[in-house]
């Protein structure tokens, strides 16, 4: 892969939980998603730009973990927050 994003030496965690029970934050509020992400480097799910809360681009802001990977049903695609690149992290 090529270097188009920097901040590969974040990323921890590049599975997804065997059982994901939606956004942390909007299950605290009772709140809807739309799409879900994983952190990249802490692993906890969060909600896409699509949802109300787009509370992913929030963990992003609050956390400085740059990269997310989606959350979704065979989607391996994975975006960098600071580079604003998509690439993938998990081969097949
Ligand atoms: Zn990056
Ligand atoms: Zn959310
Ligand atoms: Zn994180």
Request: include cysteine.
């Given at each position: 892969?090529a270097?188009?994003?920097?901040?590969?030496?974040?990323?921890?965690?590049?599975?997804?939980?065997?059982?994901?029970?939606?956004?942390?934050?909007?299950?605290?509020?009772?709140?809807?998603?739309?799409?879900?992400?994983?952190?990249?480097?802490?692993?906890?799910?969060?909600?896409?730009?699509?949802?109300?809360?787009?509370?992913?681009?929030?963990?992003?802001?609050?956390?400085s973990?740059p990269?997310?990977?989606?959350?979704?049903?065979?989607?391996?695609?994975?975006?960098?927050?600071?580079?604003?690149?998509?690439?993938?992290?998990?081969?097949?």
């Amino acid at each position: 892969m090529a270097a188009v994003c920097e901040h590969i030496d974040h990323i921890q965690v590049t599975e997804l939980p065997e059982q994901i029970e939606g956004c942390v934050d909007c299950l605290k509020t009772g709140d809807r998603w739309v799409h879900l992400r994983m952190c990249h480097e802490c692993g906890e799910i969060r909600c896409c730009d699509d949802s109300p809360n787009q509370h992913a681009t929030k963990h992003f802001h609050a956390s400085s973990h740059p990269v997310m990977r989606s959350a979704e049903p065979g989607e391996v695609w994975s975006w960098c927050f600071v580079d604003e690149v998509a690439f993938r992290v998990v081969a097949d």
